[in-house]
């Protein structure tokens, strides 16, 4: 049973537009989120995150937006770059990030065209 | 600073075989965590550890083992291999208290033939 859910396996974007990057969750406990990007032959190489107490946080072109009745978080990246292409894991945590294990989604693989 | 680092890079072995995987944390980390990763897939979480002592574990069964050193650095150790056991394994680490993610190494490619 997935607990984390990224429906969309892959994403094209042309370079300058916004990339929008969806999660489903299904476990009331989790009350905490990160993205990760990760290119080939890498680790996973975290992005942004945001606690449930807050429904978005902002780091530069990344904006991480949460909705908790809905269970559902998006990652807007603006503009996309061509470096941006890449697979895009979103996760969850019932507990501190740095503490508790992390729940994976399947990955989003995000191709920005020039 | 050194990231987290991850030995070996890449690895082949045969079923029934046992295979020992080592990962350091980053510098000033304490915890370490294990994932699993299959072609297609997100990471699966395989255990934490925290004080050399096993904190968490996820849906693995026992060949899946793990150690961790005062150093904090950690191994991981799968015995009696199979076939579904290739993967990605990758180690993450963090702050016990007060972390605000998980830090990955670049992850051991392990073939099991």
């Known amino acids: 049973d997935q607990q984390v859910k990224q429906n969309s396996p892959s994403l094209s974007v042309q370079e300058g537009r916004i990339s929008i990057l969806n999660c489903d969750y299904t476990n009331s406990m989790f009350d905490y989120f990160l993205w990760y990007k990760k290119y080939p032959a890498e680790g996973p190489t975290f992005l942004i995150s945001i606690s449930s107490i807050k429904d978005k946080n902002e780091d530069g072109r990344f904006t991480v937006f949460l909705n908790k009745s809905a269970k559902h978080l998006s990652l807007h990246i603006v503009p996309s770059q061509p470096g941006d292409s890449a697979v895009y894991f979103c996760?969850?945590?019932?507990?501190?990030?740095?503490?508790?294990?992390?729940?994976f989604g399947k990955g989003t693989k995000l191709s920005v065209i020039p | 600073d050194a990231g987290v680092t991850q030995s070996p890079t890449h690895l082949i072995k045969t079923r029934g075989q046992q295979v020992t995987l080592r990962c350091s944390p980053k510098s000033g980390h304490d915890t370490v965590s294990w994932y699993q990763q299959a072609l297609g897939q997100g990471p699966q979480f395989i255990f934490q550890?925290?004080?050399?002592?096993?904190?968490q574990r996820g849906n693995f069964p026992d060949r899946f083992s793990g150690h961790q050193f005062p150093n904090y650095s950690s191994e991981l150790n799968v015995n009696a291999l199979l076939l579904g056991d290739s993967a990605l394994y990758l180690c993450?680490?963090?702050?016990?208290?007060?972390?605000?993610?998980?830090?990955f190494g670049p992850g051991t490619r392990l073939l099991v033939l």
């Open positions: 996760a969850a945590s019932a507990g501190g990030a740095g503490s508790y294990q992390l729940t």
């Open positions: 550890y925290y004080e050399e002592e096993e904190r």
């Open positions: 993450a680490s963090s702050l016990i208290i007060g972390g605000e993610t998980q830090y």
